[in-house]
């Protein structure tokens, strides 16, 4: 029961409602205008307008144990509109969250506390995604919904059997990501997902009518969702709907809520003014009396305090039950259940990569590096069971279905293999979404130009600490006709100044391995390939176990005595770095040709190590791409043989030579920097 | 008529239904089959589905003179699926554009070439757009009706009234940004935009079941649209529908044509075979046989191109109408009219300018440097009523909304600031899409760290050269509380990184100013602001009319005689810079503090001018960003302070002092470099 009855009649009557559920969704609105206060920043609006629907889910069907938040089959919630984050804050300290202290929440948005400005994955237990950039968290939700039925499928419904529920607002309508995210969750009838759409008729700018004018309900259901509408500040409606919505399994599901924004505040209740700013001191006080809220500053009383701790127990029966369940499966399919949610490796890997690579040097290959991608991925992602493949419709292009992930995930039964449509943003969101759900490995395929559509995506793969997998062929002008907007120029620079990523060119058969090896080991640094539409000679011919490309660069090939120029190259242009030396060899220059597979590998190495391989000889990078960022290895621009703009569209050869990336030009610049 | 009749019975019973439209539909088919069999690349699949919708496009509604590309008040028709090139490119030599030739056509996707691979905005009369990234198509051609509804409104619907029209596939509807374009269109009730949809069941990854089960028809009118399906190689059909489209003036129209793709082909139509590869030889000419099509390749018989060749001046005679209408108006409405559409300023466009500079120097103001660019905006939209205004749902804080512009454009009436919602991406497209149309000088703005949402199409305006204005607050982490997910860090570099884009990261009031003067002169090129959300000091204080933003970095400071150590800044922490530089001074260390808003355009300045900048001293860059690619113009990554990973959620100052981007860290590194 709430306090004090509330003081205003529109608010006693949306009270009266559902009075129990009034009650508890008062101290979430409490909360938040209270920590907001205190860091006299943040977004007060969205909390205050959801807290009765966050009080319906996680009071009476979010399946979690706050003393457990790690149980592998808890639900997943993903707060899609991220700024509300004292929402979940909050939630998460009623329900006895360890982390979630009283303490953290008066910290709400300072340095050193959980309690991030937008919800941080990785910071507070039962935050499970970074969001704030709109959009992306229902994105990551359907990448969860995708993961839960396909982890179900292997390990059965006993053990897998979760709801992913989201919490979004306009903002992550009006994103494109959004719609790409619900076309993909129709079309693929993810049942168990539930979306619930706060729709407060604010934004930003004002009302949603400056921009927003879509009937949202029959948006969704034309791309084959279950949808249904309800006051959202009526808890047993929203219970109802909720009901319905999971009694719904071969469809998503979309609850628009109709609500307030700052509800209960009487002077910016339903006005934009309370969605990113403070209520400040006295409209704070004049809305929680409006509410019959008579506790001090972040005072919970302890019958409501004691209810939101019985809530955050609520699952621990469940929890048991399914712990009992999963310790009476047989010895190795709990043992695999543990391993793929500890993300560790399968015992047979280490041999698949070591036969990979055997095979390799047995029988050199000429391939697109593509190609060779396509080639590592076979025995791996047979290795690997957990790897679960996709591609935004370019399938044949990227070479990223292979014989163990063929079996396509559709709307009748769930696969290894996502045809994730002209989405890349929405794949790429969505493989984060998986990453998050544990028990894979995602990886997707797209056009290297296309990384931009997907940008944030692998921005937030970096910050969250995923070991995401983007697979982007078609990585230079080398991809010939299609022209300037197909061709990437500043996209490697772009992508290696995002921090925490790993970027890959690699060269060649051998060190698109050797890539693959070091991504899918690599559980929490997201890895990005940058693979060729066109042919490379396998230039590491030398059998041996070491992963070169783990050191990021390494002296591939040594000419004459000492070096005279240091010839630098990544991928596909390690070949012609190695036809330019031979022919400055042949002229008494002495050369040593680097390949650098990875920036951010090498930069990780040892000093000596990277002074060793960088020589002190002058020194040229060769790259099919922008020029940017090169002087952190050579002196100048002037000593990258690149791209100083757009490509253009023409057959691969004549690119290379009106762009001047030719041996000649290698030579000519080596000749001039040795003065030989 | 047909050359002969089809031979095939299912192609005969189309033909049958409008054999003249058949005709001429066969001519683009057969040339398109042709032109991607010689380059041996390309797309033949949508041109031949979508030939008979060109015809009755071209031939009954597009108004046009092919002898007058450039007429202002033609349609403008967008091939949104630009890989269907050969559509257009077809189209544009049948219907008479002079630089279109046959050897054009017959040179497809080769260098030098005016047909390249995928239409490239201004190499060929006609092409509208630079399309073929998905999505971005429709959403430059909402730009274009939107500055044609602004446009009309300001000089009347005499002078200014035409359509916009779209052919697009699954791809661009499947693209997030398809749907910002779609919601924000139906939204304003762009009436006059005419959407043709090819939907032929087929992506490159197979049917588009594999990822694509929407309602599209009822998606669109959930958005506000006017929906009517037809069949596609039904001409009769097709008029109708366009002639229906054409009369629903509230809401922007979408046809769907339900087409096989490859029309045509015996062995390949309706199969995702025939989206990407040439037909072949042999296909090609089962596939003519089957259409009853006997010329020879390359050949347009004469009757049929006789035919073409008249549609190509069917509105030679409208055209001369409105030069009347146009030579009839009042002397200084036609010059107006005719200076925005050669984009050249406005007379008083200097004066305003000088005296937003003399303002600054008589009474100079600290203010973050988003507020001195709303008080820049404030004079210069007042003088340039090209200037259109909006942003992506944050005008309070990216401060884009000032005086001249505070006309909302909403669905009753135009105006010059556009609420494009919570959609960075489509907003940025439809920029470019207003800057192609002509008339309009578009800015818009977000946070700098969701250019990531919008960057391919920052990088189609530098692709085009279009002088589209991005305004991109919340520059770094100064942006406080809101944390990681909100504050940029690899996007300066990112940007910098585009060819073409010249990035402006202004230090105060007096550098915003000169980069918005820059940014409005520049016609041909994109411009980007970097603005802070934080005060900053006015650190120009001397009077003057240079614009030395112009010169992209100049001296601010000299302390001391000669160098000891050069400090290069931009933005907010030129001033920081200046207070070290103080300090430094004061232990007695000689110092330049060099203010560098725009590297694009210091790198343009001449050698000896960059010399006498940067100066032989030791250097030290400093910027609240990532240190990626400052080694330009430094000697190591070491030399930069600046940011080695993501940011965090907390007060601005503490982020500064925790991050190490203050004086003392400045000075430190100064004392150690320079020895003193």
């Known amino acids: 029961m709430p306090l004090d009855s509330p003081k205003d009649p529109t608010i006693a009557a949306k009270a009266a409602l559902d009075p129990e559920n009034f009650a508890l969704a008062n101290c979430i609105r409490a909360l938040s205008i209270d920590a907001v206060n205190a860091a006299n920043s943040g977004h007060p609006g969205a909390p205050m307008g959801m807290a009765d629907a966050a009080a319906v889910l996680f009071g009476k069907h979010l399946k979690f144990d706050a003393k457990h938040p790690d149980w592998p089959n808890r639900d997943r919630f993903v707060l899609s509109n991220g700024h509300a984050s004292m929402m979940l804050y909050s939630a998460l300290y009623l329900t006895g969250y360890e982390d979630m202290t009283l303490d953290q929440v008066k910290n709400f948005r300072q340095w050193g506390s959980i309690t991030a400005g937008h919800p941080e994955y990785g910071h507070a237990k039962g935050v499970e995604a970074t969001t704030g950039p709109l959009g992306q968290g229902i994105a990551m939700a359907v990448g969860m919904a995708l993961a839960e039925r396909q982890l179900a499928a292997e390990f059965g419904d006993d053990i897998v059997d979760h709801h992913t529920y989201v919490f979004l607002g306009d903002g992550c309508l009006q994103e494109g990501i959004g719609q790409e995210a619900i076309s993909l969750a129709g079309h693929l009838g993810l049942g168990k997902l539930v979306v619930l759409y706060d729709d407060n008729s604010i934004t930003i700018d004002g009302p949603t009518s400056v921009s927003f004018s879509e009937d949202v309900p029959a948006r969704l259901a034309a791309c084959g969702w279950h949808v249904q509408s309800c006051d959202g500040h009526d808890g047993k409606a929203l219970d109802k709907a909720i009901t319905a919505a999971k009694a719904e399994t071969g469809k998503p599901s979309l609850i628009a809520m109709k609500t307030v924004i700052g509800f209960g505040s009487p002077n910016k209740a339903g006005s934009y003014a309370v969605h990113g700013s403070p209520l400040g001191k006295d409209e704070a006080a004049l809305t929680k009396e409006a509410l019959g809220w008579t506790a001090a500053p972040f005072d919970i009383p302890q019958n409501l305090l004691d209810q939101w701790r019985a809530i955050g127990v609520r699952g621990a029966k469940e929890r048991e039950e399914w712990e009992a369940r999963l310790a009476a499966k047989p010895a190795e399919v709990k043992a695999e259940f543990i391993r793929r949610d500890e993300r560790k490796l399968p015992e047979g890997y280490d041999a698949a990569v070591k036969a990979a690579r055997d095979a ?23 290795a690997v069971p957990e790897m679960i493949g996709g591609s935004a419709d370019l399938t044949g292009s990227n070479l990223t279905r292979v014989k163990a992930v063929d079996s396509q995930y559709t709307r009748e039964a769930p696969g290894r293999y996502i045809g994730y449509g002209v989405r890349e943003f929405g794949m790429s969101a969505a493989m984060n979404g998986i990453s998050l759900h544990g028990g894979f490995i995602p990886y ?27 697979v982007m062929t078609h990585d230079s002008i080398g991809l010939g006709e299609d022209g300037p907007t197909h061709q990437p120029i500043e996209h490697l ?17 051998v060190e698109t391995l050797e890539a693959w090896d070091i991504a899918i080991r690599n559980r929490h640094v997201p890895s990005l390939m940058a693979l060729s539409r066109q042919d490379v000679p396998q230039l590491r011919l030398e ?21 005279d120029v240091t010839l630098i190259a990544t991928g596909t242009e390690v070949a012609i770095a190695v036809e330019a030396a031979e022919a400055l060899h042949a002229d008494g220059v002495s050369v040593a040709v680097v390949s ?14 990277r002074k060793a391989t960088l020589g002190d000889a002058p020194r040229i990078a060769i790259e099919a791409a922008g020029k940017f960022g090169w002087t952190r290895y050579v002196a100048s621009e002037d000593d990258v043989i690149g791209m100083t703009g757009f490509g253009a569209s023409a057959p691969i050869d004549r690119l290379y030579q009106e762009f001047g990336i030719t041996k000649e030009a290698i030579v000519a610049r080596a000749k001039a920097l040795s003065g030989k």
């Open 360 to 382: 390799l040097f047995a029988e050199p290959k000429k391939a697109a590096t593509r190609k060779a991608s396509q080639m590592a991925l076979e025995p791996l992602t047979a």
């Open 444 to 470: 997707g395929g797209t056009f290297l130009v296309f990384s931009d559509y997907a940008r944030n995506a692998i921005r937030l793969s970096a910050l969250m600490g995923l070991g995401t997998i983007y």
């Open 493 to 509: 620079a772009s992508l290696r100044a995002i921090p925490g990523l790993t970027v890959f060119r690699p060269a060649d058969t």
């Open 543 to 563: 059998a041996g176990d070491e992963n070169l490309t783990a050191k990021g660069a390494y002296v591939l090939r040594q000419f004459g005595e000492g070096r």
């Open 596 to 609: 650098m597979p990875s920036w951010e590998l090498f930069d990780a190495q040892p000093e000596d190590y």
